[in-house]
């Protein structure tokens, strides 16, 4: 699956920019909040207009602090898939299971620097892992390879029936990286600027998803 990313899109079109990627799977929706990390974004507003403008599954990226507040507002205003940082959050397990009964999936979110390992109960209420390839809070940054032996751990959890859930991996895959996180596991990959840089984001998505089937 590929899920573009609106952070790189032009943030005044934001329907046209969600059309242009009308094959893609899922729309990914970074939401920053300057305190968990140093850069500001979008926030509820904008997703609530978003699931009006587009048919797209909104998959939200919660890059805030306090999510066990704020992340069920996401959920309820039809975000598909509501993601926390595993940093941020309070109560990981209760926050699942609150955005499961508002109808959403629930993922969580594993900054470079933290381990897989601690978490793999609480992934057990998750019906998504995002695996960040870079540091959270801006597009365009290099993809860093070593999270790609956390995605393998996953991957084997997964397979193993350890644990049902998507690995998805987010930061700097283009088509320099896709292949490598594709062989790694990943089952949604994430794209910024690989896809809204591009001249026709469309084709961009779909050369990326030809990549990562390889
Ligand atoms: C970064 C965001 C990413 C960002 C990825 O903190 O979570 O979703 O949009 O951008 P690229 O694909 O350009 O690295
Ligand atoms: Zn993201």
């Known amino acids: 699956m590929i899920a573009p990313s609106i952070l790189s899109a032009d943030f005044a079109r934001l329907a046209d920019e969600a059309a242009a990627v009308a094959s893609a799977d899922w729309l990914h929706v970074d939401v920053m909040d300057a305190h968990f990390v140093?850069?500001?974004?979008?926030?509820?507003?904008?997703?609530?207009?978003?699931?009006?403008?587009?048919?797209?599954?909104?998959?939200?990226?919660?890059?805030?602090?306090?999510?066990?507040?704020?992340?069920?507002?996401?959920?309820?205003?039809?975000?598909?898939?509501?993601t926390v940082h595993v940093e941020a959050a309070e109560d990981p397990v209760a926050l699942a299971k609150d955005l499961r009964a508002a109808g959403a999936k629930a993922g969580l979110s594993l900054k470079p620097g933290t381990p897989l390992e601690p978490y793999v109960d609480v992934l057990k209420h998750?019906?998504?892992?995002?695996v960040m390839s870079v540091e959270p809070g801006f597009g365009g940054q290099s993809f860093m390879a070593e999270v790609l032996d956390k995605v393998r751990a996953a991957r084997r959890l997964v397979d193993t029936g350890h644990l049902r859930l998507v690995v998805e991996i987010d930061g700097g895959i283009n088509a320099d990286t896709i292949e490598q996180a594709a062989e790694a596991g990943v089952d949604c990959f994430v794209a910024g600027s690989a896809v809204y840089d591009?001249?026709?984001?469309?084709?961009?998505?779909?050369?990326?998803?030809a990549q990562a089937a390889r």
């Not at 140093?38 to 805030?64: E, F, Q, Y």
């Not at 998750?126 to 995002?130: A, F, I, N, P």
């Open 126 to 130: 998750y019906d998504t892992l995002l």
């Open 198 to 209: 591009a001249a026709d984001p469309g084709a961009a998505l779909e050369r990326l998803r």
């Open 38 to 82: 140093p850069n500001l974004t979008i926030g509820l507003p904008v997703v609530k207009s978003l699931r009006k403008a587009t048919d797209l599954p909104l998959d939200c990226h919660l890059m805030i602090d306090d999510p066990d507040r704020w992340a069920i507002g996401y959920a309820e205003a039809g975000a598909y898939n509501v």
